[in-house]
């Protein structure tokens, strides 16, 4: 086998139309991918506000069962959701919510827990900017929270 010996006056490299090429291959790779990108991190968010909101649902639940009281989640204007229980011994817990997170429900935006363990019950939908939106139920005779993916069109 004979070693590769360049030839005087050939030169090694990559013609002008090839590099142009595999930039225009990297032009659409990339015009493609980013827009998928930007939507996967409003997914999460998503999911995550809505994972956080079930948590802080399941939390005041048993708060109202140990300290046997009356509590209330309650969501505010300005993106928070607020534990607040009418024993004074309770103290009440405030969780920041991502921006671009919206809640809404039709039976309004609050839900009561029972010593008993039993609530007022309620739907709430959390959404986000182009991602899923998640459905959290309450159970009133339970207090059971569920979470669930919806398609809404």
């Given at each position: 086998?004979?070693?590769?010996?360049?030839?005087?006056?050939?030169?090694?490299?990559?013609?002008?139309?090839?590099?142009?090429?595999?930039?225009?291959?990297?032009?659409?790779?990339?015009?493609?991918?980013?827009?998928?990108?930007?939507?996967?991190?409003?997914?999460?968010?998503?999911?995550?506000?809505?994972?956080?909101?079930?948590?802080?649902?399941?939390?005041?639940?048993?708060?109202?069962?140990?300290?046997?009281?009356?509590?209330?989640?309650?969501?505010?204007?300005?993106?928070?959701?607020?534990?607040?229980?009418?024993?004074?011994?309770?103290?009440?817990?405030?969780?920041?919510l991502e921006k671009?997170?919206?809640?809404?429900?039709?039976?309004?935006?609050?839900?009561?827990?029972?010593?008993?363990?039993?609530?007022?019950?309620?739907?709430?939908?959390?959404?986000?900017?182009?991602?899923?939106?998640?459905a959290i139920k309450?159970?009133?005779?339970?207090?059971?929270?569920?979470?669930?993916?919806?398609?809404?069109?």
């Amino acid at each position: 086998m004979k070693p590769s010996v360049l030839v005087a006056g050939e030169e090694a490299g990559f013609t002008l139309l090839e590099i142009l090429l595999v930039l225009v291959i990297l032009a659409l790779f990339t015009a493609l991918v980013v827009p998928y990108v930007g939507k996967g991190f409003g997914g999460v968010k998503t999911k995550v506000a809505a994972g956080t909101i079930a948590t802080t649902m399941k939390r005041a639940r048993g708060l109202a069962l140990r300290v046997r009281s009356t509590c209330t989640v309650s969501f505010t204007e300005n993106n928070k959701v607020v534990i607040a229980c009418a024993n004074k011994k309770a103290e009440a817990r405030v969780i920041q919510l991502e921006k671009g997170v919206k809640v809404y429900s039709d039976s309004g935006l609050s839900v009561e827990f029972f010593p008993s363990g039993s609530s007022t019950g309620g739907s709430f939908k959390v959404s986000g900017q182009g991602a899923k939106t998640y459905a959290i139920k309450i159970e009133p005779s339970t207090g059971r929270v569920r979470v669930k993916s919806i398609q809404v069109l």
